[in-house]
C-alpha cells in the first residue's frame, strides 16, 4: 500500500481564491511528521509546512495551512488567497518513527495552475 | 533553516562517463540524505550520509553505481557512474535543520545523459 496519496493529479484556482490540495496517509507508527513542500518549474524542493502527530493544533505558515484530521489519516494543504507565484508542484510527504533522522517518503504530487 | 547550495546546478554528459555532484551545507549537521527525481516522478531516497561512516544505501541503488562521500560535517558528494539515458533526473540533497523536525533541500543537480 502506498504511504503518502496524492489523488489529484492537477488542479485549478484563479487568481485570489482558497484551494485545497489533498494528502492521505499510511502508518502504524504512533510518532509521525507531516510534510508539504512546493517544487517550482526550477526544480528546486520548497518546504512549506510541517504537522507533527502529536501536535494539538493544526499548522499555520503565512498563506499556508494544513488541516489535519488524524482519525481520517488526511493532512490536506489549503493555500489561501492564491498567488500566480504559487503555480508549482506539490508534494506531501511523511516520516515516521521518533528518530529525527527518519527519511521521508513523498506522494506523487499535485499539479497546481492558478490563472488571472 | 539551513543554506544548502549544489554543484552543478545541470550537466549534460555523455553516456558511460561520471559526474561527481557537490553538497554544501551553512552549518554542520550529522545527516545527510540524497535523493533522485526522474522526469514527472516524485522523489526517491538513494542513501543517507552520516559522517564517518559508510552511506546507507535505499532498496535498489549500490555503492559501485551511486559512490558517496561524506569528509566532514557540512560536505558531501554523491557520483553518478557509468551513466545511461536512465539515469537523466534531478538529483537533490537534503539535511535536517538544527534544532527542527523539518528537513532542508538544496536546489537541485538536473542531469540529462546522452
Known amino acids: 500500500a502506498q504511504k503518502i496519496t496524492q489523488t489529484q493529479p492537477g488542479m485549478f484556482v484563479q487568481e485570489k481564491e482558497a484551494v485545497t490540495l489533498d494528502c492521505t496517509y499510511d502508518t502504524s507508527d504512533p510518532s509521525y511528521g507531516l510534510f508539504w513542500y512546493k517544487q517550482p518549474s526550477s526544480g528546486e524542493m520548497i518546504f512549506l509546512i510541517y504537522?507533527?502527530?502529536?501536535?494539538?493544533q493544526n499548522a499555520t505558515e503565512g498563506r499556508y495551512s494544513l488541516n489535519f484530521q488524524k482519525a481520517r489519516k488526511s493532512a490536506n494543504l489549503v493555500i489561501s488567497a492564491s498567488q500566480l507565484g504559487d503555480s508549482a508542484m506539490y508534494f506531501c510527504a511523511m516520516r515516521e518513527g521518533q528518530g529525527r533522522y527518519s527519511t521521508l517518503t513523498f506522494g506523487k504530487g499535485t499539479m497546481l495552475l492558478v490563472s488571472p | 533553516s539551513a543554506v544548502i547550495s549544489q554543484k552543478p546546478s545541470r550537466d549534460i554528459c555523455q553516456r558511460g562517463t561520471s559526474l561527481t555532484i557537490q553538497c554544501q551545507v551553512d552549518s554542520q549537521v550529522t545527516m545527510m540524505f540524497w535523493y533522485r527525481q526522474q522526469p514527472g516522478q516524485s522523489l526517491t531516497l538513494i542513501a543517507t550520509?552520516?559522517?564517518?561512516?559508510?552511506?546507507?544505501?535505499e532498496s535498489g541503488f549500490v555503492i559501485d553505481k551511486f559512490p558517496i562521500s561524506r569528509p566532514n560535517l557540512t560536505f558531501s558528494t554523491l557520483t553518478v557512474s557509468n551513466m545511461s539515458p536512465e539515469d537523466s533526473s534531478i538529483y537533490l540533497c537534503?539535511?535536517?535543520?538544527?534544532?527542527?523536525?523539518?528537513?532542508?533541500f538544496g536546489p537541485g543537480t538536473r542531469l540529462t545523459v546522452l
Open positions: 504537522q507533527g502527530s502529536y501536535d494539538q
Open positions: 550520509a552520516n559522517q564517518g561512516s559508510e552511506a546507507t544505501y
Open positions: 537534503s539535511v535536517e535543520g538544527t534544532g527542527t523536525d523539518t528537513q532542508y
